[in-house]
């Protein structure tokens, strides 16, 4: 099992429209969560933190579960734009961050 | 400020060639990682540097992979003889402490034909 998962997608939504991702991590003590965006052919870019209290950033909410081990992004008024694959990051059994396959997010007009 | 900088950006070369790439990290940063991205496997961690010593290789695919860093500002990871399999991205980071968030390099897109 990865120790940190994301569902691979394609999230096919309109625009406007809001959309969320999970990712769950398997190591109960990790202690730094982080959303990364990676646009096609690029490298990947940090989206936002995600702290305990959970986390806003104009149209982007991070929140995080440690009842259930899940890190989520809401996406709210999704743009074409937004159009990329989202990997969230948490860490593995050694303390090290690791990254999860991405989700990746298509939005249509 | 420069970000991290990797060099070349495209590599395309015969398996059995040596490939060298490079990358020179963000002034001031003590942490420095070496990926891999392909469709198939995702973004894999192949070695991690703290003050320019090798912490965790355990990803390092086999003994055709060596990477350095002889310094605070420049690393390399090298594959001597090269293979097609190992056609991928390989992206260079670095941040203060491994446990911030990592700034990428725009990546190095080798073609072992």
């Known amino acids: 099992r990865k120790e940190v998962e994301q569902d691979p997608g394609p999230f096919n939504v309109p625009e406007g429209a809001t959309v969320a991702f999970n990712c769950t991590y398997s190591n109960s003590a990790s202690q730094s969560f982080f959303w990364y965006r990676q646009d096609c052919r690029k490298e990947p870019k940090l989206l936002m933190s995600?702290?305990?209290s959970g986390n806003e950033d104009g149209r982007f909410t991070a929140q995080l579960n440690r009842a259930s081990q899940y890190i989520s992004l809401l996406i709210r008024d999704s743009k074409l734009s937004d159009s990329a694959t989202y990997l969230c990051?948490?860490?593995?059994?050694?303390?090290?961050?690791?990254f999860g396959g991405g989700t990746r997010l298509m939005v249509k007009p | 400020d420069a970000g991290v900088i990797q060099s070349p950006r495209h590599e395309v070369t015969e398996m059995g060639q040596e490939v060298t790439l490079r990358c020179k990290p963000i002034?001031?940063?003590?942490?420095l990682f070496w990926y891999r991205q392909t469709m198939m496997r995702g973004l894999e961690l192949l070695i991690y540097?703290?003050?320019?010593?090798?912490?965790?290789d355990s990803g390092m695919p086999e003994d055709r992979f060596s990477a350095k860093m002889p310094n605070a500002s420049f690393s390399t990871l090298k594959i001597q003889p090269s293979e097609p399999r190992d056609s991928a991205v390989y992206f260079c980071?670095?941040?203060?402490?491994?446990?911030?968030?990592?700034?990428f390099g725009d990546g190095t897109r080798l073609s072992i034909l």
């Open positions: 002034s001031g940063h003590n942490s």
């Open positions: 995600v702290y305990s």
């Open positions: 990051v948490g860490h593995n059994a050694g303390n090290m961050l690791t």
């Open positions: 980071a670095s941040t203060w402490t491994k446990n911030q968030p990592q700034h």
């Open positions: 540097f703290n003050n320019n010593v090798p912490i965790d």
